[in-house]
């Protein structure tokens, strides 16, 4: 009973939290709608004062411009409209800087509220690839320049970074502080840096060239009579150098290839990522050795490989931003013959070829026997070698594995009856590489 009391006093609380909150956000609703009405009221207001400023201001209105500013503190000297009024929206006078335009779309006139858009303005924004910079850097950046699409306006761009535009541009016009003379150019979408060009409209420039200098872009729009809109942003650095991969020599073995890694290095936005691939046709990596998806290799390990095969290998290396390089090379894998064993009266002599550094060699003789070489280790009694200890001997117990040197001789007793066996292998890397196995009397 006691529960089921808790769990109504709950849905009581929550429910009246829930009233309270929706009263609470229901009265600032209500009140941020009567401020906005408040002010749209006021702004028209405003544009029905500035109607009636250029009406009595005809005569000395140009009337080529397309876009003719006023300020509030122009209807206020004019006695257009009032001062000190106070902004609905922030409690605060309406500032005497306040814009407002009057746009003459061929003789048609509109007046609006300078907003940052409406009134001519241009708009600039960007695509970064990738999205966030790196050490100040971009692999690409779009740049999309949106000019107002009024009649009678002109429109000019000018880089100091060469980028690509979407569009062509037909005219240049000089490279100074603003532009100069427009001269008729080949059609062209490459953009030269600090060069003003003269454009049709809506335009994108895509700067993909490696550039370790920051850059600005400057848009100029202009009815070449009164209205002047000059704008400028910033340009990112731009990475398209690849990251250099370095490779030691590959340690090759009959069951795999190991390449270290000397180096894998990028100036401008570091390693992200690095990958070793390999396959038995070259340029053709069919299989992924190591991958490390957040920095270096150190090195690229290729196993379980086929004999007397060349393997072919990349290490690639991604840097921060998206850039690529690798290095390759190959490296033939050798097989390894089967020991050999040749008899002589009481002495088997076991040959394991040539000697390398990554092979290690065992013998076994279930019957005991003596050696014309010391051991190097003792390796136990199991199936195979293994834990071996420091042991030199010449004396071999039955049953246990010794590691050798090399080529030995192993002699038997010729006095002895007993038969039994002697094995030999060969291990590359610490994995069984080869071996045979011979009777004795």
């Known amino acids: 009973m006691k529960k089921k009391f808790t769990f109504k006093l709950i849905l009581i609380i929550f429910a009246a939290v829930l009233a309270l909150w929706l009263v609470i ?6 009140v941020n709608n009567h401020k906005q ?30 876009i003719i500013k006023v300020t509030l503190g122009d209807l206020i000297d004019g006695n257009y409209t009032k001062d000190n009024i106070q902004n609905p929206l922030t409690g605060e006078i309406f500032s005497r800087d306040m814009t407002f335009c009057i746009i003459n779309d061929n003789g048609e006139y509109t007046y609006k509220y300078d907003n940052g858009v409406d009134c001519g303005n241009t708009i600039i924004t960007y695509t970064n690839t990738p999205e966030e910079m790196y050490n100040g850097y971009l692999y ?17 761009i000018k880089s100091s970074v060469p980028s690509t535009a979407d569009i062509n541009v037909n005219f240049r016009c000089g490279s100074g502080n603003k532009p100069g003379n427009c001269f008729g150019i ?51 650095l731009i990475d398209r ?20 890694i000397k180096s894998m290095t990028d100036i401008e936005t570091d390693i992200a990522s690095s990958v070793c691939k390999y396959g038995t046709v070259i340029d053709n990596y069919t299989t992924t050795s190591m991958s490390n998806a957040r920095g270096k290799l150190s090195k690229c390990s290729i196993n379980y490989i086929l004999k007397d095969k060349i393997y072919y290998y990349e290490v690639c290396a991604t840097d921060e931003v998206g850039n690529i390089g690798c290095a390759s090379g190959s490296s033939l894998i050798p097989s390894i013959k089967n020991p050999t064993i040749v008899y002589s009266e009481n002495i088997v002599s076991v040959a394991f070829g040539k000697k390398k550094k990554t092979l290690t060699y065992y013998i076994m003789s279930t019957v005991p026997a003596s050696i ?10 199991g199936l195979s070698p293994s834990d071996c200890i420091n042991s030199k001997i010449t004396e071999l117990t039955a049953n246990a594995w010794y590691q050798v040197n090399g080529d030995v ?4 007793d010729e006095l002895s009856n007993s038969e039994g066996t002697l094995y030999a292998l060969i291990y590359s890397d610490g994995e069984y590489a080869s071996g045979v196995s011979a009777q004795v009397k």
């Open 241 to 260: 150098t690849s990251p250099v991969v370095v490779l030691d020599t590959p340690v090759s073995s009959t069951n795999s290839v190991s390449v270290k």
């Open 186 to 236: 080949s059609s062209t979408k490459q953009i030269e840096a600090n060069m003003w060009y003269r454009v049709s409209g809506d335009i994108n420039l895509t700067y993909d060239e490696q550039n370790d200098e920051s850059g600005i872009i400057y848009t100029l729009t202009t009815d070449e009579e009164e209205f002047n809109y000059l704008l400028n942003s910033s340009i990112s």
């Open 409 to 412: 001789d192993v002699i038997y």
């Open 37 to 66: 009405k408040a002010f749209d009221a006021q702004m028209v207001e405003y544009l029905e004062n500035v109607k009636l400023y250029k009406e009595n201001n005809e005569n000395s209105i140009n009337k080529n411009a397309v």
């Open 140 to 156: 690409t950046q779009v740049v999309h320049i949106d000019f107002s699409p009024l009649e009678g306006l002109e429109y000019y």
């Open 372 to 381: 014309s070489n010391t051991t190097i280790a003792y390796c136990g009694k």
């Open 25 to 30: 956000n229901g009265v600032i609703l209500i």
